[in-house]
């Protein structure tokens, strides 16, 4: 069972930048794929970065030129950069393997605002 905590949200202004950063349990990490998820106020969850464990990244187009997904496996931590930052990046962001399992962590909020 691998577990989750996310860190590095909170209130930035538009146009600004933040770096969340997700640890992840289990001796294992190296080889799954990595995700960051977001679920702002009213909407579905949405994957918005994944890695692959050979360090592919694929990013929709909502977050593509602005977010930056990294991993660093010997600390079994998975990064997200988020440059420009939108009001409608505002969410609470999660990470989790990629597909995902059952076992999500509480996440970190971002709000967008100024």
């Known amino acids: 069972q691998v577990h989750f905590v996310e860190s590095g949200g909170g209130l930035v202004q538009p146009g600004g930048s933040l770096r969340l950063s997700c640890a992840a349990s289990?001796?294992?990490?190296?080889?799954?794929?990595m995700g960051w998820y977001r679920q702002g106020p009213g909407k579905q969850q949405e994957l918005v970065a994944a890695?692959?464990?050979?360090?592919?990244?694929f990013y929709p187009d909502s977050v593509k030129g602005r977010f930056t997904i990294s991993r660093d496996n010997a600390k079994n931590t998975v990064y997200l950069q988020m440059n420009s930052l939108k009001s409608e990046d505002t969410a609470v962001y999660l990470c989790?393997?990629?597909?995902?399992?059952?076992?999500w962590g509480q996440g970190t909020q971002v709000t967008v605002s100024s």
């Open positions: 989790n393997q990629y597909p995902p399992n059952l076992f």
């Open positions: 289990g001796s294992i990490f190296s080889i799954y794929g």
């Open positions: 890695i692959t464990s050979g360090g592919s990244t």
